[in-house]
């Protein structure tokens, strides 16, 4: 586990009351690299999310995001937003979030807020129509565009994001969280819900956001085979812990996860590896 | 008429039927109105509470929900199922939303023209400065509510502070409106960001309730701190505007001397209804401004969705608090306008009955659409005029109307969205994806 | 000391009040989640009504007290009630499923309704009633000579809302109807689906807020001596503020919530000034949300994300 890492999870634990969600939990994310947080339904997987975007303040442990100039930042410190802005993390949900009763391109100039708001003036400049703002604006809306345009969606950029089908709502999704230029980019599960053509183009998505913007992934999934398809590095958690890491491929074959996916014990898993093959 | 066999069978009962839901409401009305209209008590000379019955107008006002409700059901029946009430007004909202785009300059054009077409009636120009204010008011309120998606039931607090900034600066010290005005909105703002900046995190109901429990206190605090606000009888003897220095006044130094024309009260009043369309005007244009700008645009996709504007980087608390000054600020100017106008003001003038009928027109007029906004405080303001005459009944009647319309039309008379920034097409969006936020 | 208690005692009664109007805000907000701007003006009927019936009563020539209360308190529940089921029915339920502040803004209307149609039936005149019940104990004469009274009406009030509050815990915890609303409070579409009638359900809830709200107003009737119409505002914003207090959506929450309101109403009166005692009241508010946004008996709201 050495090498680049962007993001280091350091001892992290989540308590609810008497509940553990995540115990004690370490793994890195390399840069420039897709790393995928799988393991069963209750495994603690959104709640490691939630740390790491500050949506929850850790029980204890620390979550520590590196910048490509070397500038280090402790996410555990931080309020949610500042995340966003200041670390630079991005964030898509399970139960897709976005503005429903805003266009699609509107829902892509929100996510450039803060730097408009610098571009605006706070805002003073932007009342009065200065031609500074003017500039910053149509920038902004040209990568709206762009991104409209590499999720597919540009002749729908005027609907209203609520109208649109599951499928594009999940690309959109995507899309806005890249319209902030985010370091890290957080996907909570956004292959759920999409069929096989919807998945197999959401693979393409995530594989062309890596190599063209170079920004690091940290993804959530139950579907399989984008996990194997796509990612570099695969952290299985179940029951608030990690009980394997690796490769895809080294995954796919460890009994321990299968184990944990199909709820028995290791050597039935083993049995069950060895008939199925 | 229908196609829908439901409907046809529903249809077959309907004299047993509707005889029978009628007996139910009269019967009812019997027992509700029993006491409270067959009785009437009241305190005699001696201080002992004598009654009298009035059976005859309880068996009036009972015969009259029986008969009402006769017609209510033929009308349902006549009509069809709700379902197809829904139907009908679609043509006509489309007529709406095309004749929207012209009754927006026509209505403006008219305003304009009011004080010359209304000269000699001094009636018609008070109403339209009556009305303009709560235009005004219902535009800042619309800030906070329909944009930001805050719900502030309390705005009534920042109109009051506006009016006393005015009337105790300029009475204490002499300042002139143009000079107190914007102070007026800067101590307005100043208000809305004091009370925010605790309150803000509180979520739907509870920022409702603070916001009400804010506005009772300035009043009270109106009230009762004395030496200051000079408590019930309020203060009088607020300078009336000038003309940028220039008094509206008979005298020599007075604007009708200097233009060398007749002096007339009328020319104060044509004055003050300029006066506040100015202020209307600007309100309105920079909240258009406004929403064309990120901060705008985080107004209302916090009303969309506060979690996802936290994970885009969005200080929801600033953008909150910024929207919550914003809707001060006007009120704080409505304020000003309100005590220059009067002359004298009191805190009877602010009362949660004023917050819950600007409250209205934000929500009537469709929350977030300028023009609803407008159209709502005509329809308002004006059929609250309309039933001066009844005197005790009128507020009985904007009550009921106040119910009805909410059933009626509960997302408004405007009832979609403009988008702030588009590509190729400006299309309105359906107010049934809009969210009204939490907070 | 001598002081004080008579002001816990004062304060308590007041509180006993509020809290059984705070109930009826309680139950519907966690029923169907608005605030019933008109449950204030609810009480406020309840107080006319019981006074109303005080008048025929005494007319008739009825002088037995505990028989002359009785009848008020059953006659200004039951009409009280249908108040309440009425509101519900015209103006609430047309609105059930639609946007959020279209019922609260139905509720401020109906509120005006209410207020004015009392005024337009009864007139605008403070009604006073002589004083009902009277005498009291003396608990503790002090060397100063300030004497610390309870009077009858006070211990009626008190045991009044006690028995009542009894019956209320009851009826939500034992009976069928009280399994259905707290049915309907989880989730409306399940309790419809497992066959709970949400309408009547919804109705009921109204109708027993709105009994309780009659039985407040004709303490305060007894308590104060009088009614008149514009009462439901403020003890309504007062009871609504004790709800959110004790947090709202919680029975015992609102009790205590009356209590507080009441107790620091009245202490605040006594040492400080009266003219303030609403400020207070409300300025407690805002600090309590502050601190405890969900109130002090509310079940913290966890986030989802």
Known sequence: MSGDSILSVDRLSMRFGGIVAVNDLSFNAERRKITALIGPNGAGKTTVFNCITGFYKPSSGAIGLTHDDGHAIRLERLDDFRIAKLAKVARTFQNIRLFPGMTALENLMVAQHNALMRASGLTFLGLIGAPSWRTAEQAAIDLATTWLDRIGLLDRADDAAGNLPYGDQRRLEIARAMCTEPALLCLDEPAAGLNARESAALSELLLSIRADQGTSILLIEHDMSVVMEISDHVVVMDHGVKIAEGTPKHIRDDPKVIAAYLGTDEEEAIAVMESGT | ?439 | MDYFAQQLINGLVLGSIYGLIAIGYTMVYGIVGMINFAHGDIFMIGGFIALITFLILISFGLTAIPLILLVMLLVSMAITALYGWTVERIAYRPLRHSFRLAPMLSAIGMSFVLTNYSQVAQGARVKPVPPIITGGHTLHEGADGFVVQLSNIQIIVVVTTVVLLAIFTWLVSSTRLGRDMRACEQDQTMASLLGVDVDRTISMTFVIGAALAAVAGMMYLLYYGLVDFFMGFVAGIKAFTAAVLGGIGSLPGAMLGGLLIGLIETLWSAYFSVEYKDVAAFSILIVVLIFLPTGLLGRPEVEKV
């Open chain 2, 1 to 439: 008429m229908s196609a829908n066999p439901a409907a046809q069978t529903s249809r077959a009962p309907s004299a047993a039927f509707i005889l029978k839901k009628s007996l139910i409401s009269a019967l009812v009305a019997l027992v509700l109105f029993s006491l409270m209209i067959g009785v009437r008590t009241e305190a005699g000379p001696d201080g002992q509470l004598t009654y009298w019955t009035r059976f005859g107008d309880l068996a009036a006002i009972v015969a009259a929900v029986f008969g009402g409700s006769i017609l209510i059901e033929l009308f349902r029946q006549w009509w069809g199922p709700v379902d197809t009430a829904r139907i009908v007004p679609a043509p006509v909202q489309g007529a709406l939303s095309l004749a929207g785009r012209l009754i927006a300059p026509v209505l403006l054009a008219f305003t304009f023209l009011v004080p010359v077409l209304f000269y000699d009636e001094r009636y018609i120009l008070d109403l339209g400065i009556l009305v303009l204010t709560y235009v005004m008011l219902g535009w800042g309120l619309n800030v906070v509510v329909g944009l930001a998606g805050l719900l502030d039931l309390g705005y009534v607090a920042f109109y009051a502070v506006g009016a006393y900034s005015y009337a105790l600066l300029a009475t204490n010290f002499g300042l002139s409106f143009w000079i107190c005005l914007p102070l007026a909105g800067i101590l307005a703002a100043f208000w809305g960001v004091l009370l925010g900046f605790p309150v803000l995190r509180l979520r739907g109901d509870y920022l409702a309730i603070v916001t009400l429990a804010f506005g009772e206190i300035i009043r009270l605090v109106l009230i009762n701190w004395q030496s200051l606000t000079g408590g019930p009888n309020g203060v009088t003897g607020i300078p009336r505007p000038t003309l940028f220095g220039i008094p509206l006044t008979p005298g020599d130094d007075g604007l009708a001397a200097m233009l060398g024309i007749e002096f007339s009260p009328t020319h104060r009043i044509v004055f003050l209804f300029y006066l506040i369309l100015a202020l209307a005007l600007l309100t309105n244009w920079v909240t258009i401004r406004l929403r064309r700008l990120p901060i705008g645009r985080a107004w209302e996709a916090l009303r969309e969705d506060e979690v996802a504007c936290r994970a885009l980087g969005i200080n929801t608390t600033t953008t909150k608090l910024t929207a919550f000054a914003t809707g001060a600020m006007f009120g704080g100017f409505a304020g000003a306008f309100f005590a220059t106008r009067q002359g004298f003001i009191s805190p009877e003038s602010f009362t949660f009955h004023e917050s819950a009928l600007v409250l209205a027109i934000v929500v009537l007029g469709g929350m977030g659409s300028q023009l609803g906004v407008a159209l709502a405080a005509l329809a308002m303001i004006g059929g609250f005029e309309l039933f001066r005459g009844l005197d005790q009944y009128r507020m009985l009647v904007f009550g009921m109307a106040m119910v009805l319309l909410m059933i009626w039309r509960p997302r408004g008379l405007i009832g979609h969205r403009a988008p702030t920034v588009f590509l190729e097409r400006k299309e309105a969006i359906s107010s049934d994806l809009v969210k009204e936020g939490h907070g």
